[in-house]
């Protein structure tokens, strides 16, 4: 079993950043690849972004591509989403999930979801 808790979401103004962090329990964190979704109001939920289990490979949506950056440090149990030029469009809950699957886009593949974190981006 893996809980995992996102913080770190907020309001901030377009063009601003924030840091989200998924710190997660248990003793088999590294055996699970990461990923990032996140649900508009009235939309489906969609793929933001994932993870390797060592941490040396990332892959990302077109859509926050060279805006977003996904981490992990597995001695503290814990993922970190940096977003940077953030934009009303990026509005949504953020939630952090463990997979063992290898297409790490597909959100019904993902063991183990967070509660999510909200996040508001003011035009």
């Known amino acids: 079993q893996v809980q995992l808790v996102e913080s770190g979401g907020g309001l901030v103004q377009a063009g601003g950043s924030l840091r989200l962090s998924c710190a997660a329990s248990g003793r088999t964190f590294s055996r699970y690849r990461m990923g990032w979704f996140r649900q508009a109001p009235g939309k489906e939920r969609e793929f933001v972004g994932s993870?390797?289990?060592?941490?040396?490979?990332?892959n990302y949506a077109d859509s926050v591509k060279g805006r977003f950056t996904i981490s992990r440090d597995n001695a503290k149990n814990t993922v970190y989403l940096q977003m940077n030029s953030l934009k009303p469009e990026d509005t949504a809950v953020y939630y952090c999930?463990?997979?063992?699957?290898?297409?790490?886009?597909?959100?019904?593949?993902?063991?183990?979801w967070g509660q999510g974190t909200q996040v508001t981006v003011s035009s």
């Open positions: 999930a463990a997979t063992i699957s290898v297409r790490t886009e597909i959100d019904v593949l993902y063991n183990y």
């Open positions: 993870i390797n289990r060592s941490g040396d490979s990332t």
